[in-house]
């Protein structure tokens, strides 16, 4: 089992920027998959973003080409860098490894509003 540290979250404007991390308690370069995951209340846990091991990175289409996913294995950290936010990007943000094992964070909010 790996453990998971997610960081970044907060209170941003509309159009402004937020940047997550999620560190691995180990190395990453065994996962499969790497992702973040959005939830808000009454509503499942939906896809935001993954990248793969072979660096190959999927987007919800809400977000594309304005949220961008990356992985740096010598820090064990996966990032999701967010711009031009708005207020329905608001909501809990997870990140899941599968290494193979199905590994998940335990959430930072994202608050999006003037």
């Known amino acids: 089992q790996v453990h998971l540290e997610e960081s970044g979250g907060g209170l941003v404007q509309p159009g402004g920027s937020l940047r997550l991390s999620c560190t691995a308690s180990?190395?990453?370069?065994?996962?499969?998959?790497m992702g973040w995951y959005r939830q808000v209340p009454g509503k499942e846990r939906d896809m935001v973003a993954y990248?793969?091991?072979?660096?190959?990175?999927n987007y919800a289409d809400s977000v594309k080409g304005r949220f961008t996913i990356s992985k740096d294995g010598a820090k064990n950290t996966v990032y999701l860098q967010m711009n031009s936010l708005k207020p329905e990007d608001t909501g809990i943000y997870y990140c899941?490894?599968?290494?193979?094992?199905?590994?998940w964070g335990q959430g930072t909010q994202v608050t999006v509003s003037s």
């Open positions: 899941r490894l599968i290494c193979p094992y199905d590994n």
């Open positions: 990248i793969t091991s072979g660096d190959i990175s």
């Open positions: 180990g190395s990453i370069f065994s996962c499969n998959l």
